[in-house]
C-alpha cells in the first residue's frame, strides 16, 4: 500500500456526521423552526494549520437555506471571541449564500492560525425561516441561538438561548503547516461521547487526538463520525453507517485511516427483549429486521473493501460489553462475543484495537468495569473513555 503525507493540501480537523433532525435524539424538539437568528457554535479542531474552511450542510433540508453572513474566530470561555482573531467568511467571493435542499457548502478559506487542539467559533446569521434542520445530535459542546444578526458580536449577548445540537456545519478542514493525514473514525454513541462531561472534549477520538499531538505524531488530525444509536446495516438514528460511509469517511480531505467502531447497536436491537415493555417504544426508533452475526461480519467487510479502494489502512474496534442495560440479553452477549472474535482472528482489517478487552468487568466480563461506565452499563464515563484513547498503539498512525 502506497503511503501519503498529505503535504500541501487540505485536512479534516474536525468533524460531526449530519443528521435529519427526526433521525436524531429529539434535541432540537421545540427549537425549530429557525427564523432571523444567530447560531453560533464552538469546535474544538484537533491538529492545526493556517487556512481554515468550514462545511456548512443543507443535506437534510427540503428547502433552500438562506445564510445571511458568517465568521470564525478563536473562541474564549462563555461564547465570545477573542479580539483581532475574527474572520469574514466567504462563498465564491459572497458574503452570503443559498445552499439547496440535500446539499452541502464549502465556505472560501480564509488566513487564521490555528494552533493544535484551539477551540473554534463558528457564527452564522440564517436571515429566513428555516422549517427542517440539518444536525448532529447530541453537540456535547455548548452552543447558542441569538436573535438577529450577531456574527460579528465579540460576546456572547444576554439574549443568547442554549442550541443543543450541532446545526448546520458538518466539518472544519485545515491547510496543515507540515505533512499531515486524518484519521476518520466511524461510530456509534460510544465514539460520539456520548456519556462523557459535556464542555470538556472527552470522546476517546478527542482523547487520541491530544495524545497524538503530544507524540508530534502527523495523523494528529481525527474527525469524530460517530451518531448516537448509530447502526451499521439499518438507518434508525441517523442513516447506517454502510449508507454514509462515503460521505463521511471515504471523501475527507487528507483521508489516511478508519476506524471502525460500529455494530453494537446491530447486535443489541438486533438481540433485545421483544415484549410489550417499556423497552417496546424504544425499539421503534429502530426499524428494520433483526441482523445475525454473519449479517454483521458481512457488513464490516464491505465497509473494508471500500476503504481498500482508496488506499487507506482500516482498523476495527472490538465491541464493548453492555450487561446491565435493558437491551442485554445472554443471546446478544453470545452474538457480540462471536463477532469480537472474528474481528481479532479473522484478518479483515490492518489493525485491531481490543475496547472489549480494556472495559470488560475482569470479574464479569459480559460487564463494564464499574468505574469506566456512566451509570448506565451502556456508555463510558470520562475515565473510560480515556482508558480507550490511552490503550491505542499510536504507531499504528505515525
Known amino acids: 500500500m502506497t503511503e501519503t503525507t498529505n ?7 474536525w468533524g460531526a456526521s449530519p443528521q435529519a433532525a427526526h433521525d436524531g435524539l429529539g434535541s432540537l424538539d421545540g427549537h425549530l423552526p429557525l427564523a432571523d437568528v444567530t447560531l453560533r457554535q464552538v469546535v474544538r479542531i484537533s491538529g492545526g494549520g493556517s487556512r481554515v474552511r468550514v462545511r456548512f450542510t443543507n443535506e437534510f433540508g427540503t428547502a433552500p437555506l438562506d445564510i445571511g453572513a458568517a465568521r470564525v474566530g478563536l473562541a474564549v470561555p462563555g461564547g465570545g471571541v477573542r479580539p483581532g482573531s475574527e474572520r469574514v467568511l466567504t462563498f465564491s467571493g459572497a458574503p452570503r449564500v443559498t445552499v439547496p435542499a440535500g446539499a452541502p457548502v464549502l465556505s472560501d478559506p480564509v488566513d487564521i492560525s490555528l494552533p493544535a487542539l ?15 434542520c440539518t444536525c448532529h445530535d447530541p453537540a456535547l459542546e455548548t452552543g447558542w441561538t441569538i436573535p438577529g444578526d450577531a456574527v460579528a458580536a465579540l460576546t456572547l449577548p444576554e439574549n443568547a438561548e442554549v442550541l443543543p445540537v450541532r446545526a448546520l456545519i458538518s466539518a472544519v478542514e485545515l491547510f496543515p503547516d507540515g505533512p499531515a493525514k ?28 491530544v495524545r497524538l499531538i503530544e507524540g508530534g505524531v502527523a495523523a494528529g488530525y481525527v474527525s469524530n463520525q460517530g451518531i448516537s444509536g448509530n447502526r451499521m446495516l439499518n438507518d434508525g438514528i441517523g442513516a447506517a453507517a454502510l449508507a454514509r460511509f462515503d460521505r463521511d469517511a471515504l471523501t475527507t480531505p487528507g483521508l489516511g485511516y478508519v476506524v471502525l467502531s ?4 446491530d447486535i443489541a436491537i438486533s438481540f433485545a427483549p421483544r415484549d410489550d415493555g417499556p423497552l417496546a417504544g424504544f425499539l421503534k426508533m429502530f426499524p428494520g429486521a433483526p441482523v445475525t ?7 464490516y467487510r464491505r465497509l473494508v473493501a471500500r476503504a481498500r479502494e482508496r488506499g ?71 475515565a473510560g473513555y480515556q482508558a480507550l484513547a ?9
Request: with cysteine; glycine share 10%.
Open 293 to 299: 452475526t454473519d449479517d454483521v461480519i458481512a457488513g
Open 312 to 382: 487507506v489502512r482500516v482498523y476495527a474496534t472490538t465491541i464493548a460489553p453492555y450487561e446491565g442495560a435493558e437491551v442485554f440479553t445472554p443471546e446478544g452477549e453470545s452474538a457480540r462475543r462471536t463477532v469480537n472474535d472474528w474481528i481479532r482472528t479473522g484478518g479483515a482489517f490492518d489493525a485491531v484495537l481490543d475496547f472489549d478487552a480494556v472495559w470488560r468487568d475482569p470479574d464479569h466480563p459480559g460487564r463494564i468495569r464499574e468505574d469506566f461506565h456512566c451509570g448506565d452499563h451502556v456508555h463510558g464515563s470520562d
Open 7 to 13: 503535504a500541501g493540501s487540505w485536512v479534516r480537523s
Open 118 to 132: 484551539a477551540k473554534l467559533s463558528i457564527s452564522l446569521h440564517l436571515p429566513g425561516r428555516v422549517e427542517t
Open 390 to 398: 490511552d490503550s491505542v498503539d499510536l504507531s499504528l498512525f505515525d
Open 262 to 265: 460500529v455494530g453494537a447497536n
Open 182 to 209: 486524518t484519521i476518520v473514525v466511524v461510530g456509534d454513541s460510544r465514539t460520539d461521547g456520548a456519556g462523557s462531561t459535556p464542555d470538556t472534549n472527552h470522546s476517546w477520538p478527542e482523547l487520541l487526538a
